[in-house]
Nanobody, 115 residues
Framework: QVQLVESGGGLVQAGGSLKLSCAASGIIFRLNTMGWYRQAPGKQRELVARIFSGGDTNYADSVKGRFTISRDNAKNTVYLQMTSLKPEDTGVYYC?????????WGQGTQVTVSS
């Protein structure tokens, strides 16, 4: 079955950096679009960044220039490098992929940015 396991969250001061990882199994990873979403308290889950099988990426306007999504097909892993973090980046970050129209999510990893 499809499994997505995130890691790398934590507490960081504003202006700091974190790198999230998501290890995937149960999918043909190199063919899948992979995404990072986040959900802040009291808010809806939102797309942060997405990377397509060919390597193209897109980002939410709020993170452009600060976050970088990448993938390692040999390791079935997608990464999210986050720099210049702001308190408004705080939330639970989820890894996502879609298989035959169905969304799959990881368990989430908490990112807290203190001011």
């Amino acid at each position: 079955q499809v499994q997505l396991v995130e890691s790398g969250g934590g507490l960081v001061q504003a202006g700091g950096s974190l790198k999230l990882s998501c290890a995937a199994s149960g999918i043909i990873f190199r063919l899948n679009t992979m995404g990072w979403y986040r959900q802040a308290p009291g808010k809806q889950r939102e797309l942060v960044a997405r990377i397509f099988s060919g390597g193209d990426t897109n980002y939410a306007d709020s993170v452009k220039g600060r976050f970088t999504i990448s993938r390692d097909n040999a390791k079935n892993t997608v990464y999210l490098q986050m720099t210049s973090l702001k308190p408004e980046d705080t939330g639970v970050y989820y890894c996502n992929t879609k298989v035959t129209g169905r969304n799959y999510w990881g368990q989430g990893t908490q990112v807290t940015v203190s001011s």
